[in-house]
């Protein structure tokens, strides 16, 4: 096989246009046709890791199975491929500076002046080859973070100059772009794309293929004046009009040559058209529900659409196997009281409560959880979701007043949730927390057993505080059971409550391991037992019906 082939993906005109859905599109379309790839994602921002970023700042924080916390793209990488990601795959300005400056205190550059060019632009090049080295990958696809022209992403645009002319023909630039549609001149407008490839190109750098985000079609004649004016083919002007939902953009990519034009201009093989039949099963199946439910996602960052980004594409995943439409309606938890509980919950088919951190809304989440175990709606609790589960099964069936987490309350009499003693001694916040995969087992009189259909299960973690199993035994004999447990460090990792249809908690993040050619087993069977409960309402209830 030839040498590993290393492809950038940059953006002009504005930002979210969609560079790492682009990104992972293409890297479906080389996967489908037998070749092995890779995603990495490179953010211009300072700090080190999005960690400690606040969701309004930058979205959902990722976490892969080696523990890093990285941009929300690297979950679209992964959904998209079902290739697990990595440390390597995730690059921030602030870890490239950390390591060079790492590196000149300690010696290593020989008493050199540091700069830019070449030790900044140097260690950009040397993490992005990293994947490439390993040999396990004939395609490397690096996002640029940002657009071009601003200030942060200059070492990164200097950095694919360097290495288009170092590679030659194993090196390919797809630049992302829009064309607006003023509806007053009612004609779509080129000037913004033209403007943003001369912006490139005064950074030396000659983009091999455009792509066009539009929501109108763009005729030849457009895409012809686009290439003469950006020095590039007619062919390699590429249409990406607006979606009804991202999973459709790899056949929108497929249907406009994207993939056998970066195989063009890298001097790789087409031998065969790409293997899509599963991807448009699973689209034909989204497209096509049988039924409906009605879920709440009760959070405290709902107004913001990527705070819960993997959660909701799992319920995607999930609805596509259960071919059931998932209706998601996100509910700010500090609506939420004991007066306003039945109002905005009583219609749901079941209520999930999401993770977070921090006092603001937990009341809600509390009073939440107490309406769906009260009702027997299903309920799935994640990281802290499971924990305000624990909560409200300690004040409303153990009746241990004002219960609490210590995250929340230091001084509480009932700590049923506490800190990790490990976490206890810890001062800084950055990359500290339990992270990545660890492993469970699963009690095999449980229904987690019966979703998961496995005895021992890995999950990816993101927290500082756990059940505080100094009241496991008192737990347990009330009807909430530890039916995973992390057995190495005794860790209660899945709560359930046996008596309710479906009422799950999980100390981990499963929506970090769902894809489109694996979707979460929780996610699927929690949908599936919301359809089971909406049913049920038109129906004598049968509560055999929901064992699942």
């Not at 976490?423 to 019966?450: E, H």
Request: glycine residues 6%; charged residues 25%.
């Amino acid at each position: 096989m030839a040498r590993t082939k290393y492809i950038f993906v940059t953006g002009g005109v504005a930002s979210s246009l969609g560079k790492g859905i682009i990104s992972a599109s293409l890297a479906k379309l080389l996967q489908s046709r037998g070749f092995s790839i890779t995603i990495q994602k490179l953010d211009p921002y300072i700090n080190v890791d999005p960690g400690t970023l606040n969701p309004y700042e930058h979205g959902e924080c990722y976490v892969t199975q080696d523990g890093a916390e990285t941009d929300l793209d690297l979950g679209h990488y992964e959904r998209f491929t079902n290739v697990p990601t990595s440390q390597e795959n995730n690059v921030t300005t602030g870890s490239i500076y950390q390591t060079v400056i790492q590196k000149e205190r300690k010696g290593d550059y020989l008493g050199q002046t540091v700069q830019v060019i070449p030790h900044i632009t140097d260690e950009i090049k040397r993490r992005i080859m990293l994947l490439g080295k390993t040999g396990r990958y004939d395609f490397v696809i690096t996002e640029i973070g940002g657009t071009v022209g601003d200030i942060e992403s200059l070492p990164y645009i200097e950095t694919v100059r360097q290495m288009r002319w170092e590679l030659g023909r194993d090196c390919a630039v797809i630049h992302l772009t829009l064309v607006p549609y003023l509806s007053a001149a009612g004609e779509l407008k080129t000037k913004p794309t033209q403007h943003s490839v001369k912006t490139l190109l005064e950074s030396g750098v000659q983009p091999d293929i455009i792509v066009c985000r539009t929501e109108k079609p763009l005729n030849d004649n457009l895409k012809g004046k686009i290439a003469l004016f950006c020095n590039v083919e007619p062919s390699s002007v590429i249409e990406s009009i607006d979606a009804k939902t991202i999973y459709e953009v790899p056949i929108l990519m497929k249907k406009e040559n994207l993939d056998t034009e970066i195989l063009r201009k890298t001097l790789m093989p087409i031998d065969n058209e790409p293997d899509l039949k599963k991807w448009e099963e699973f689209l034909y199946k989204l497209k096509h529900p049988q039924s409906e439910v009605e879920i709440g996602l009760v959070g405290k960052y709902v107004e913001l659409k990527d705070a819960y980004k993997s959660i909701t594409e799992s319920f995607v995943h999930a609805s596509a196997v259960n071919e059931c439409k998932v209706n998601l309606r996100l509910i700010h938890s500090e609506r939420i009281t004991g007066n306003t509980a039945a109002e905005l919950l009583d219609d749901l088919d079941g209520i999930l409560v999401a993770p977070g951190f921090g006092e603001r809304g937990i009341e809600g989440k509390i009073f939440s959880i107490q309406y769906a175990r009260e009702n027997k709606i299903p309920f799935f609790g994640i990281c802290l979701g499971m924990q305000c589960s624990v909560v409200e099964f300690a004040r409303n069936v153990l009746h241990y007043d004002k219960a609490h987490s210590t995250e929340m309350n230091r001084l509480t009499k009932y700590p049923v949730i506490d800190m990790m003693e490990e976490q206890k001694k810890i001062k800084g916040m950055g990359g500290t927390m339990r992270l990545g995969a660890y492993p469970c087992k699963l009690n095999k009189d449980s229904k987690v057993y019966s979703i998961y259909q496995s005895v021992n299960i890995n999950e990816r973690h993101r927290h500082r505080y756990e059940f505080n199993n100094e009241y496991l035994a008192e737990y347990e004999k009330a009807g909430m059971i530890a039916s995973g447990i992390n057995t190495k460090d005794n860790l209660v990792e899945i709560i359930e409550i046996k008596d309710h249809p479906w009422f799950i908690g999980v100390q981990f993040h499963p929506e970090y391991q769902s894809t489109v050619a694996k979707p979460h087993p929780l996610f699927t069977s929690f949908v599936k037992a919301a359809n089971v409960y909406r049913q049920s309402k038109t129906k004598p209830l049968n509560l055999q019906r929901f064992d699942l």
